[in-house]
T-cell receptor, first 118, second 113 residues
């Protein structure tokens, strides 16, 4: 079974430029998450989707970040314009659902996109 | 502020020894607990999940949960150099009508050959 797919794996841009990250979750997983991970820290949630609905975007800096999950499968996270402080690893994860206690809420991560803003 | 605390390490153990990794969490109503392994430059990989008090064993790994003490641990038996990585503890914390997976900052494990 294929895991979570992300692209690109690496991205280097100049500040003030736009950037977009793409994620394809594990087949059949209804819940999709975008996380940000800084060096030496654990991942921090940016946004969570249940199917195509964003149900938790409280940590998403909405002045410059946006996300979408059309048709409840693939998702795109965009930053416009990028700032120096956005340099980090952007991780996508998916789970069967968000609420189950029998393993349905186990989250599986993609390889991540390492963003460097110069 | 919901918190998950881990000792950053590094925890250094000789090959073949038992490595014990610990985690405490602040939210008493949390129900789901996870351990992820993260190699340098790679993404987190789920290795254990635990939902009930007590021990859960999977191969060389044992997760232990004590909800009364708000404590979860991971034991790695017969540690191998390939186990050298950062281990992230994650706790699913209910928030209003939603929930969020809160991660600790991780404990770096070094297994000496």
């Amino acid at each position: 079974e294929a895991g979570v797919v992300q692209s690109p794996r690496y991205k280097i841009i100049e500040k003030k430029q736009p950037v977009a990250f793409w994620c394809n979750p594990i087949s059949g997983h209804n819940t999709l998450y975008w996380y940000l991970q800084n060096l030496g820290q654990g991942p921090e949630l940016l946004i969570r989707y249940e199917n195509e609905e964003a149900v938790d975007d409280s940590q998403l800096p909405k002045d410059r970040f946006s996300a979408e999950r059309l048709k409840g499968v693939d998702s795109t996270l965009k930053i416009q314009p990028a700032e120096l402080g956005d340099s980090a690893v952007y991780l996508c994860a998916s789970s069967l659902d968000g609420w189950g206690l029998a393993g349905g809420n186990e989250q599986f991560f993609g390889p991540g996109t390492r963003l460097t803003v110069l | 502020q919901k918190e998950v605390e881990q000792n950053s390490g590094p925890l250094s153990v000789p090959e073949g020894a038992i490595a014990s990794l610990n985690c405490t969490y602040s939210d008493r109503v949390s129900q789901s607990f996870f351990w992820y392994r993260q190699y340098s430059g790679k993404s987190p990989e789920l290795i254990m999940s635990i939902y009930s008090n007590g021990d859960k064993e999977d191969g060389r790994f044992t997760a232990q949960l004590n909800k009364a003490s708000q404590y979860v641990s991971l034991l790695i038996r017969d540690s191998q150099p390939s186990d050298s990585a950062t281990y992230l503890c994650a706790v699913n914390c209910p928030m209003d009508s939603s929930y969020k997976l809160i991660f600790g900052s991780g404990t770096r494990l070094l297994v000496r050959p």
